[in-house]
T-cell receptor, first 112, second 115 residues
Framework: QKEVEQNSGPLSVPEGAIASLNCTYS??????FFWYRQYSGKSPELIMS????GDKEDGRFTAQLNKASQYVSLLIRDSQPSDSATYLC????????????FGKGTKLTVNP | DAGVIQSPRHEVTEMGQEVTLRCKPI?????LFWYRQTMMRGLELLIY????????DSGMPEDRFSAKMPNASFSTLKIQPSEPRDSAVYFC?????????????FGPGTRLLVL
């Protein structure tokens, strides 16, 4: 059973701080990794994807991947109240990204 | 583009009744996914289709669940008979095919309550 684990949270940070979200996965063969954001009562939306070891930056978001440690993280710089949501880590299986296994999510609250 | 369309948005039914959830994927997308989300289990993949063909239904909980995709623009997920433990949010998602075409676009979901 392929598993994706996320830090349980909830995570609370002040506005302007860095929020750090972590994820580990069990399938060493996984090649694709994603972070989805889900606002309360809404559907998940993709915010970052990463395929290679290292960092990938997109605006205030940075995804970090370490395949040797089977670890993915998401950093949100200058956190805003609008970033308050549940963040879902997803890992592609079957040699590609066709089938995703999701973690249960970490709820982030950014306090003004 | 209208995005992924799901209906109904909310469904309340009684145990034992048949429930049919509907999904229209984004035009041009050739992969379609059905997920179920609960607080306890998170977001789980139930089944997915490529080019209208079911590829993996290993996430379908039991024979009470069935899914069809008769054409590229329509899919159904049916629960018969429904049970209270089926209460969840059911999402449909679609994406284009091909490598690195990974973005799955989710519909708004159907909130199902089985009494």
């Amino acid at each position: 059973q392929k598993e994706v684990e996320q830090n349980s949270g909830p995570l609370s940070v002040p506005e302007g701080a860095i929020a750090s979200l972590n994820c580990t996965y069990s399938d060493r063969g996984s090649q694709s990794f994603f972070w989805y954001r889900q606002y309360s009562g809404k559907s998940p939306e993709l915010i970052m994807s990463i395929y290679s070891n290292g960092d990938k930056e997109d605006g205030r978001f940075t995804a970090q991947l370490n395949k040797a440690s089977q670890y993915v993280s998401l950093l949100i710089r200058d956190s805003q109240p609008s970033d308050s949501a549940t963040y879902l880590c997803a890992v592609g299986t079957q040699g590609g990204s066709e089938k995703l296994v999701f973690g249960k999510g970490t709820k982030l609250t950014v306090n003004p | 583009d209208a995005g992924v369309i799901q209906s109904p948005r909310h469904e309340v039914t009684e145990m034992g009744q048949e429930v049919t959830l509907r999904c229209k994927p984004i035009s041009g997308h050739n992969s379609l996914f059905w997920y179920r989300q609960t607080m306890m289990r998170g977001l789980e993949l139930l089944i997915y289709f490529n080019n209208n063909v079911p590829i993996d239904d290993s996430g379908m909980p039991e024979d009470r669940f069935s899914a069809k995709m008769p054409n590229a623009s329509f899919s159904t997920l049916k629960i018969q008979p429904s049970e209270p433990r089926d209460s969840a949010v059911y999402f449909c998602a679609s994406r284009t095919g091909g490598p690195r075409q990974e973005t799955q676009y989710f519909g708004p979901g159907t909130r199902l309550l089985v009494l």
